[in-house]
């Protein structure tokens, strides 16, 4: 074998250590697996330590003697900064190893990088996630692959510790595409939620009726069943889900995508704006269903 591993349960290296990432190394600690990470701000480790995690000092360590890499960082330049260099990722992998990103990030820019890991001898995986910190605990989480056939099913059956939907979607890129698009119906639905809900209270329903009545109805889904009560008077989250700012880079990725391939994309960019009213109200750190309170203000419910 290429990389230190075990027959069943390979080496894993984990870059990117917050709310979500740290959760999936749980699951991965859980199922057996040693696990090397590493993460910018190193304090956020402890608690993984504690766990079992090996902590490193650079993503190179971390991909050095894994299998499989994955990792899950903020943005495109993130991915970028922890993938090149002499303590990157791609400087780190060795043999048959198989890189897996978890980021949610430009299409082009991760097939870009794929391209690097393949002159390096390895294999990169787009695998982004569709679910949040509540889907994952509860072990529905759907994971997309995009990448070479082989490369996922050498790593299937990690991703399948993670969460239980594991799809390959076609080559490099594609699994971003369909994430954004994914993420692009969930920003929308949202906003939509908050504008009827807006709306029902206006014309003198309670707000708390409104939102049980939504999620009653044939409009609930999973999304607004678990984002849906944040809106009402103390459920809003200390630690946004998705804040404003990380929603709002997903839009632009699709609107960005969106004219590339000339496809229209006009409730993106209403629901943009009123992304863009939400950090003009100073409320960017909040879950991004905080959108209500814009329509609250235009309104005129707003106290």
């Not at 990117?16 to 699951?27: H, I, T, Y």
């Not at 090397?36 to 504690?50: E, F, I, M, S, Y």
């Not at 991004?288 to 309104?299: I, N």
């Amino acid at each position: 074998m290429g990389v230190s591993e075990t027959a069943e349960r390979p080496v894993v290296g984990f870059v990117g250590l917050g709310s979500m990432g740290s959760k999936v190394v749980e699951r991965l600690l859980d199922a057996g697996h040693e696990v090397r990470g590493w993460n910018r701000t190193p304090g956020k480790a402890k608690a993984l330590v504690d766990r079992g995690m090996v902590a490193v000092e650079t993503p190179r360590e971390a991909a050095s003697g894994s299998r499989f890499v994955l990792s899950m960082v903020t943005d495109t330049k993130a991915v970028e900064q922890v993938a090149d260099g002499p303590d990157g990722i791609i400087a780190g992998l060795e043999g048959d190893a198989v890189w897996a990103d978890m980021s949610t990030i430009a299409p082009a820019a991760s097939v870009a990088v794929a391209e690097r890991v393949a002159d390096a001898g390895a294999a990169m995986l787009d695998t982004p996630v569709s679910g949040s910190v509540a889907t994952l605990e509860a072990g529905e989480l759907a994971i997309m692959a995009g990448g070479e056939a082989a490369a996922f099913e050498a790593i299937e059956p990690t991703l399948l510790t993670i969460g239980p939907k594991v799809r390959r979607v076609g080559d490099n890129g594609k699994a971003l595409q369909m994430k954004v698009a994914i993420n692009l119906a969930l920003v929308v639905q949202v906003v939509g939620f908050c504008e009827g809900v807006a709306l029902a209270e206006r014309g003198g329903v309670d707000r708390e009726t409104a939102v049980e009545a939504m999620l009653s109805s044939v409009v609930s889904s999973p999304v607004l069943n678990y984002r849906g009560p944040f809106i009402l008077d103390g459920k809003m989250p200390e630690v946004a889900w998705a804040d404003v700012d990380l929603q709002q880079k997903d839009l632009l990725l699709a609107l960005d995508l969106g004219r590339t391939l000339g496809v229209a994309l006009p409730t993106a960019a209403v629901c943009n704006e009123l992304l863009n009213a939400c950090r003009g109200m100073g409320i960017g750190d909040r879950d991004f269903v905080t959108v209500y309170e814009v329509y609250r203000s235009l309104a005129g419910l707003a106290s």
